[in-house]
């Protein structure tokens, strides 16, 4: 009579393991697929639902669990029965042991074929949307909107952000994205964003989109890191071995005593960030210059209020929107639009003969050669420094001058 390899495999655990070599082989592969293929289905579904991989821990003890469920279900069936079962034997936990190592063993080999799969097959908009034959096949009569990355080489980095890294803008080039068709274009373009970022990892996106998925502009950017960025020019910033108090967090002003051989204040700086003893401070660059490798520094915690600068730096560091300073040249399209009309912020504006005006009011009128620090988007900055851009068409016979692109329509300034 042939037996299955699950019938196999309850009489392999019944009996204790490795009483017959070639069943407990067949067994120990038994369990290797059943872990596979539970681990492949989960991290397909996992996949499915949040648009990301399954972590790999997560996926190692789904493969364990599914041979331990086996084993524990096969080895209770054993002496429910009237069989005569050897469970505890040392064979049997030797063999319990082998079969639980090798699920652990194939687990993570399992969850990246499926992860890769579920990447190549699925367009993750969401649970109820996929990018396999079948999603082709609703596409073809009308109900999705597909939307194509472009080609690795045209695909642009944004300014004021890091570069994505060419295999990452290898790994999207190309690929087709399916959304529902009943989508506006600025929903479209918030879904594309969100689904970029999650699939690919990349921190910014900046895209135009129309209602059909074409894609007018395309470009992705990196979260800056690091503790440089938000240095501001002339400060450096200096780890010191200088025991700070047990209370004294990030943002705090501090000041820096040198204790050896008299107290002495060395500089004033503001505390960045605390590892056991050693102090992060941010100080002037010529301060700096006073410290030495002998150590021997004490902090002093200064009464202050928080600073809104800090703050705010933490804020948009953290946030979609950047700062940029665009300078309106004559004959532009924004020559005469309002603040208030414009997409991005706009924090201040220095007139070309005058004093910075922080916050304007939004009836203000942008003339040439104003300069304004803008808080926005990429994308709304973006179209607002072509607005600022001296219009080349004006002037040309039989040419028509456009309006400005970073003007929302929707916004109206009453004087």
Request: glycine share 8%.
């Amino acid at each position: 009579m042939i037996r299955t390899p699950l019938a196999v495999a309850a009489v392999v655990v019944s009996d204790g393991g490795f009483g017959e070599p070639r069943a407990a082989a067949v067994t120990l592969v038994t369990f290797v697929l059943l872990a596979a293929v539970g681990v492949a289905a989960g991290a397909l579904v996992y996949r499915w639902y949040f648009l990301t991989a399954i972590p790999e821990g997560v996926a190692v003890l789904l493969g364990v669990s599914v041979v331990a469920v086996y084993l524990n279900t096969t080895s209770l069936g054993a002496l429910v029965s009237a069989e005569n079962a050897a469970l505890l034997t040392a064979e049997a936990v030797v063999f319990d042991v082998v079969a639980l190592g090798l699920a652990a063993v194939v687990s993570p080999a399992a969850r990246y074929a499926a992860n890769r799969l579920a990447v190549d097959v699925f367009a993750f908009s969401g649970p109820d949307g996929l990018d396999g034959d079948v999603s082709r096949i609703v596409g073809a009569v009308g109900r999705t909107t597909a939307v194509t990355l472009p080609a690795a080489t045209a695909i642009e980095d944004i300014d004021t952000y890091e570069p994505v890294a060419a295999e990452k803008k290898a790994e999207m080039a190309e690929r087709t994205m399916r959304f529902p068709r009943r989508l506006t274009a600025a929903e479209l373009r918030e879904q594309l964003v969100e689904r970029v970022k999650e699939e690919y990892g990349v921190g910014y996106v900046d895209v135009d989109v129309t209602d059909d998925g074409t894609l007018e502009y395309f470009a992705v950017g990196s979260r800056v890191t690091g503790l440089g960025p938000t240095l501001a020019p002339g400060r450096v910033a200096v780890a010191l071995a200088a025991d700070p108090p047990n209370n004294a967090t990030a943002g705090d002003m501090v000041q820096v005593w040198r204790t050896d051989p008299d107290p002495e204040r060395i500089a004033t700086g503001e505390l960045r960030g605390v590892a056991g003893d050693v102090a992060t401070v941010a100080l002037d660059e010529s301060d700096a210059e006073a410290f030495s490798v002998e150590g021997g520094y004490r902090l002093v915690t200064l009464p202050t209020e928080p600073q809104a600068d800090r703050e705010f730096a933490s804020l948009l560091r953290n946030a979609d929107e950047t700062m940029a300073t665009v300078t309106v040249e004559a004959d532009s399209n924004l020559v005469g639009t309002t603040v208030g009309e414009v997409r991005a912020v706009v924090a201040a504006v220095r007139p070309a003969e005058g004093a910075v005006q922080p916050i304007p009011p939004r009836a203000y009128a942008f003339a040439a050669e104003d300069t304004a620090f803008l808080v926005g988007r990429p994308d709304a900055i973006r179209r607002f420094e072509a607005d600022a851009t001296r219009n080349e068409t004006d002037g040309v016979a039989g040419s028509e001058r456009t309006g400005p692109k970073s003007v929302d329509p929707d916004r109206s300034v009453e004087p």
